[in-house]
Structures are given as C-alpha cells and as structure tokens.
C-alpha cells in the first residue's frame, strides 16, 4: 500500500492502532470509497482522511472480502480501511466526536464575524434582514471589542469576516478596529461579504493595507437591468452593476479575492446564463475571481422562496449545467473539501467562533441574529443554553449511518439550511464531488495541502 494522503495525526491519535487478531473475520470499512482509475484501486478513509494506493495483491484480496485475516491486510487494517466484523464504525464516529470536543477544543476565539453595521445601501426584495433592527456600531463598542480579542485570541492569529447589513456603511468602525489590532500587534486576516458597490480606489488601498482583505464575496442576481432593479440601491448617480463590476476589477487588481455569488432560481434561469456569458468574457483565467452558483433553496434564508420536488430537482440540474460551463471557462469556485471526520458545520458550531452584532451582542448564527443572542462584550456569555442548541446534530436521511461520506457529512439541527431530506440525488452528487477531490488529490500526490 503506498499512501497518498497523510491520515490527519489528531484523529489517529484519538482512534489509535487497530490490534490485529489471525482468528478475525475482516471486512472493508463502511466509511471507505473505493476509486478505480487507469488500472489502480484507490482507498479514502473518510474518517482519518488518508488516501491510500493498492497493490496488486492488495487489491485482489479486496475481491475475497470478507476473510480471515491474511497478512497482505496488514497495512490496510492498520489504517482502519479494514474492520473486523462485528466492528462499529458509526458508533466509533460519534465516539471521536464527543471525545475531540471534549478534550481538545482548547478556549481560544480566533475567529470572528463582525457586523459594524445591519445599514445598508442597497434594497433586495428576498433579504433576510429586512426585517431586523438598523444598529450601527459606536466607537466605544469597537473599542470593547479590540480588548476583547486581544484577551481571548491566547497568543493565536485570528480572522475576520466582515458582515452586515453592507459592512462598508460601517467603513468608519473596520478602520478602527482594523488599526486597534494592529498597534497592538495582534496578527490578523479579513474576508468580507459586501454588494461591492461602495469601494473605490482609495478603499480598495486601504482594505488591502489597513484591513488585511484577502477575499471578498459579491452577490450578482441577473445582467445589468436586473441587477439595478433587484439591488434597488438608494442615491445613486451612476450604473450600479457597471460600478461593481468596475470595483471587481480594483480589487482583484490588487490581489484581493473576489468570489461573485449567483443567486439562481427557477425564474431567473436564463438570466444568469447570460450573466455567465458576460463574466466568462470578462474574467475568465483570471486567478483572482471565480465564480459560483447558489440556488435557492427553501428554508435558504430567504423570503418567500418555496419549491416543489420538481423544482428542485430543475434547480440541480441547472447547478450543474452551469458549474460545468463555469469550469470549462475556468472562473469555477472550487468549493469542494477533501473529506475526513468533521467536527463542526460552521461557526455556530465552532468553538473558537464568535458573531458580534454592532451593539456588541454575541451570537452564532447569521440567520438567527436577532433571537439568538446568547452574551455580550460586556457581560460575557450569559446564555449558555444557546450555545449547547447549537451542538444538536441531525442525519438528514435514514440510510446517514451507511452512507461512505458519513464522517464528513456534517449537519447541525438548527441550521436552516438542513431543511431538506438528503434525496438520493443529493448523495449521488455528493459521492461524485468526493470522487472528484480524491482524483485531484492523487494528481497532486503528497505535496498537495490538506489542511
Ligand atoms: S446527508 Fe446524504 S450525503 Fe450526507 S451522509 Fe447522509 S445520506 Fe450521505
Ligand atoms: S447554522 Fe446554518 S445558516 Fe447558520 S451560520 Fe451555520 S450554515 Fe449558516
């Protein structure tokens, strides 16, 4: 057996060596995929991650399975591709989950979502946030929470993610705290959810310099008429979807990562087919933006978006029409994870995560910030029923527990993103993406990054 991809040492750690017994009755874990290509067997483990090509020995007694142990398993059952019978592996994942949290978590915040506004100069008709308070983030708030980081981060790098509302209305507040970190060395990096439509060069400069801005996602819903009509900006002198895509090129110029976002549905379809058209000509190759669709599905956040069975299965397909075309012009963003034991969804989840609204309040969830507040800057947690809520899993389908990418499917029972049942589409997309990212980590080979 050679190994392609390294096991992750955390999770052999906690796993530990299978003992081997000659009187066993070995068996493929279920947890393994098998990927036959050019003549080679490939095994992922998709508990440890690692990444393992056959011999020709090894791979002919994968026919025989299951046997009595045979020393040419050795490695394979060393590895965990191979279980005895009898062995529990489903059991055995919610077993290194409970026992990770538990131990190794550590308390550090090292990463955050910071709101400095919920203003916000555009008007979309299917916003979440429409209905939430409009708050901006005073100077003192700011202040708070740059001694907040600075005393939780533990000696850690930490990251930012820029939200709102339209975060650049709260331009005045990323500069202070952006500043704040930096006289206090505190080593940072920032990524932003914006419309793109309020920078410029001079705010471009300064995200890049004072920020530490390294990706950037922009929402585009349809060609210039419809973009103007749907962002419906208030005060604007000029052509809104020129300005943006103007302010796409200041930023990928300078390095910045722009990820545009597509909103599609089943009615704007041929829409963002044009769309993709015009981005093609306009980025495609370009190594600092890429593209992606998100179809809207119910229960996605947004309002009032409810689809059949038929519509959704529409929607699928036009995804992956679309991610094709996408990818033949190279501008495709390549969302797909190598796949081993997940710990957590998101950062609702995360232990080192923190949401901080711009009156300074904690939350987890994007989706759920108004209800969902659970401590403060000033008062620390003080609702630690919340944040146990959001440690509540869920198994979207019946057949989870034999599903191959099981370990790394990972769903959290309050997300409203989790409300649709796992249809066999889903998985069969889902195994196909995995097959995708195990061939691109074998061209790679070892070299390729994990992390
Ligand atoms: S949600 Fe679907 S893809 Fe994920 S483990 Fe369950 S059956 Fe498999
Ligand atoms: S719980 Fe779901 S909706 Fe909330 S932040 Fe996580 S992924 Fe997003």
Redesign the pocket.
């Known amino acids: 057996m050679k190994t392609i991809v390294e096991p992750k040492k955390y999770i052999v750690n906690l796993w530990g060596k299978q003992r081997i017994k000659e009187t066993d009755v070995y068996r493929l874990m279920r947890y393994v995929l098998r990927v036959d290509h050019e003549g080679k067997v490939l095994l992922h483990n998709a508990v440890t991650g690692q990444l393992a090509e056959l011999s020709r020995e090894e791979a002919a007694m994968l026919e025989k399975l299951p046997a009595v142990y045979d020393p040419v398993m050795e490695q394979l059952a060393a590895g965990h591709f191979l279980v005895r019978e009898g062995f529990d592996e489903y059991k055995s994942v919610h077993q290194l989950r409970r026992i990770y949290k538990s131990r190794f978590t550590g308390k550090a915040i090292t990463h955050y979502v910071i709101l400095p506004t919920t203003f916000c100069n555009a008007h979309c008709f299917y916003c979440y946030e429409s209905d939430h308070p409009r708050v901006q983030m005073t100077e003192e708030t700011a202040g708070k929470l740059i001694d907040y980081i600075d005393e939780h981060r533990q000696g850690k790098r930490i990251s930012i993610n820029w939200f709102g509302g339209e975060p650049l209305v709260g331009l005045r507040r990323i500069d202070q705290i952006s500043q704040g970190l930096m006289d206090r060395e505190i080593p940072f990096a920032s990524a932003m959810i914006s419309n793109g439509y309020l920078f410029d060069e001079e705010i471009v400069e300064r995200s890049r310099e004072l920020w530490k801005l390294q990706r950037v996602q922009i929402t585009l819903d349809g060609t210039e008429d419809t973009y103007n009509r749907v962002k419906a900006y208030a005060d604007v002198q000029d052509n809104p979807y020129q300005r943006v895509l103007r302010n796409i090129d200041l930023l990928s110029g300078k390095g910045i990562h722009v990820k545009i976002r597509l909103n599609a549905d089943v009615y704007n379809q041929d829409e963002i087919r044009k769309l993709i058209e015009e981005l093609g000509e306009r980025y495609s190759g370009q190594s600092h933006v890429t593209v992606y669709l998100n179809t809207l599905f119910d229960g996605q956040?947004y309002q009032p978006v409810h689809h059949s069975y038929d519509d959704i299965l529409a929607l699928m397909d036009f995804n992956a029409d679309c991610t094709e075309r996408l990818k033949e012009m190279k501008l495709h963003f390549d969302d797909i994870k190598y796949p081993y034991l997940s710990f957590s969804?998101?950062?609702?989840d995360n232990p080192h995560a923190v949401m901080i609204q711009p009156d300074g309040s904690f939350c987890r969830?994007?989706?759920?910030s108004i209800h969902d507040r659970y401590g403060s800057l000033e008062e620390g947690v003080t609702d630690p029923g919340k944040l146990d809520r959001w440690n509540e899993t869920m198994e979207p389908s019946d057949i989870c527990p034999e599903c191959p990418i099981y370990p790394a499917c990972y769903h959290?029972r309050h997300?409203?993103?989790n409300g649709l049942p796992c249809i066999e589409r889903f998985r069969v997309s889902a195994l196909e993406k995995q097959k995708e990212q195990i061939l691109s980590m074998y061209g790679n080979g070892m070299e390729a990054d994990v992390e």
């Open positions: 956040g969804q998101c950062m609702a969830c994007e989706h759920e959290l997300c409203m993103n």
